[in-house]
């Protein structure tokens, strides 16, 4: 890690989620690696572990949790080493798979607590993203699915949280997002 990632002034922002959520894309977004709404979502590989990107001009220091099942595992373990001084966390859902909803609710509930736990200032914040402008969640309404799961958790957890609907195809929808963490 370089020095420049471990600046103490640096707010410390987490994006968290399954494999798969559109996660590394979103840190593209906010490092404007991607300018430009794309007309075909960009071919990723999965994240190793975290990545961290900083982005000096806003004073930000991005930790984009790799979702796949063995590194969620190893920061739960021990989030005194991953978890602590957060400002900011985003949890990211995808809305358009169906099949891993619930597994994205329980990583949810197991690692809200954590985080809470470990940096009780930190701010949360849920993304409902690859809302793309042209899918239609009338038929399965995932985030109302979602949603309806975890409310009295959350509630129990006294926590306000923001909620944002997001897309690759729609930049500014990343963004704004992203306004609010200063
Ligand atoms: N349809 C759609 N696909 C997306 C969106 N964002 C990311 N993807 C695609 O979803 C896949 C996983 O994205 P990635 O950022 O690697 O997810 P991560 O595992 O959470 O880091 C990639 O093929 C992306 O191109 C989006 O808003 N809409
Ligand atoms: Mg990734």
Do not use: C
């Amino acid at each position: 890690m370089s020095n420049e990632m471990n600046r103490e002034d640096l707010i410390k922002v987490i994006l968290m989620g399954l494999e798969n959520a559109g996660k590394t894309t979103i840190v593209d977004v906010l490092t404007d690696k991607i300018r430009f709404n794309q007309l075909t979502p960009p071919d990723m590989s999965p994240t190793k572990n975290i990545e961290r990107s900083v982005i000096s001009e806003r004073n930000l220091v991005v930790w984009d949790f790799g979702g796949q099942e063995v590194y969620r595992n190893e920061y739960l373990a021990d989030p005194e080493t991953y978890l602590r001084s957060i400002s900011f966390a985003f949890y990211v859902i995808d809305v358009q798979d169906y099949y891993r909803l619930f597994n994205s609710i329980m990583y949810f509930m197991t690692v809200l607590p954590i985080i809470v736990r470990n940096s009780p200032d930190a701010e949360i914040n849920i993304l409902f993203n690859k809302t793309d402008p042209n899918f239609d969640p009338t038929k399965k309404n995932l985030k109302q699915m979602f949603l309806d799961k975890v409310e009295s958790f959350i509630q129990g957890h006294k926590k306000s949280i923001k909620i944002f609907d997001t897309s690759i195809f729609n930049l500014n929808s990343i963004k704004s997002a992203f306004n609010h963490v200063k």
